[in-house]
């Protein structure tokens, strides 16, 4: 009997597939109201599809919106924080993993304490130092607060952990320094895992609301997530617009999720794997 043909199996699929479906109808109901009139979007009765479809929503928020600044500015701040994430995260797991210093110890347990603080117990610090800085409503007062990722700093101490000490030992032994140790032993090694990371915080940063909402007050400043809340107190109730700036703010993200879906997939099992 092959394997579908089992009662428990199709019961299986079918529930599967029922869950997917549920998942993803808002999405697409999202979508087709965007290519709505208006006066269609709040007409009663339901349609699957649209009667009359337009592109009009999309063209009103690129025409009065400053959209193109909102994704320049999320493109600058998410792309700033990933490298310097990674960077300073690859350089401190390899030195918490691979060299001896005093403290050592403690430094990598207070990584591992700084879960237990919340980054919304630090906001108001954060804006204070910001606002001190004279770094408000700039990329700089957006990107330095959200550099505080310690779940990278630990995925990458266990990944340089896990190569053996003969990599190391040789590489001394030839007269190498432990920049070229990490740069030409240590993380070719762990590329996949650079990649990984690398993808999700950038996806992170780009998500970002609470935080880009309290620095960025100026529409020059605001992020693409920030500017289309501004984008519903401009046009009022109007759906389709709304759920438009939406969709163009959530596009980035959801085509960089289908290209690397595998890459994103293996960043979260780590991330999970290390907060469990």
């Not at 019961?11 to 709505?36: D, E, N, R």
């Not at 999320?74 to 797991?93: K, N, P």
């Not at 960089?256 to 890459?263: D, E, G, K, P, W």
């Amino acid at each position: 009997m092959r394997p579908w043909h089992r009662p428990s199996d199709l019961l299986l699929s079918l529930l599967a597939l029922g869950s997917a479906a549920l998942w993803v109808f808002p999405l697409y109901w999202a979508i087709v109201t965007t290519l709505k009139p208006e006066d269609e979007v709040v007409a009663p009765g339901f349609h699957l599809l649209p009667l009359h479809p337009t592109v009009g929503a999309y063209g009103y928020v690129l025409a009065h919106t400053t959209i193109a600044r909102w994704y320049l500015n999320s493109l600058v701040t998410a792309a700033a924080v990933t490298v310097l994430v990674v960077a300073m995260s690859a350089t401190c797991g390899y030195a918490i993993s691979q060299l001896r210093f005093p403290l050592r110890r403690l430094l990598f347990g207070l990584i591992l304490a700084s879960f237990m603080v919340p980054l919304q117990a630090l906001i108001v610090t954060h804006f204070i130092l910001m606002n001190d800085f004279g770094l408000i409503n700039s990329w700089g007062g957006i990107v330095l607060p959200q550099l505080i990722v310690p779940v990278v700093v630990i995925v990458y101490k266990q990944f340089f952990d896990a190569i053996p000490r003969e990599f190391r030992e040789a590489a001394l032994v030839d007269g190498a320094g432990e920049f070229r140790l990490f740069m030409q032993i240590f993380l070719p090694m762990n590329w996949g895992v650079t990649t990984a990371l690398a993808i999700i915080t950038f996806i992170g940063a780009w998500n970002a609301f609470l935080w880009p909402f309290l620095v960025a007050s100026t529409d020059r400043a605001m992020t693409v997530t920030v500017g289309i809340v501004q984008v519903h107190d401009a046009f009022g109730v109007q759906y389709a617009r709304n759920i438009a700036g939406a969709v163009m703010a959530a596009m980035p993200v959801a085509l960089a999720y289908l290209i690397f879906q595998r890459r994103v997939t293996e960043a979260v099992a780590l991330s999970a794997g290390i907060k469990g």
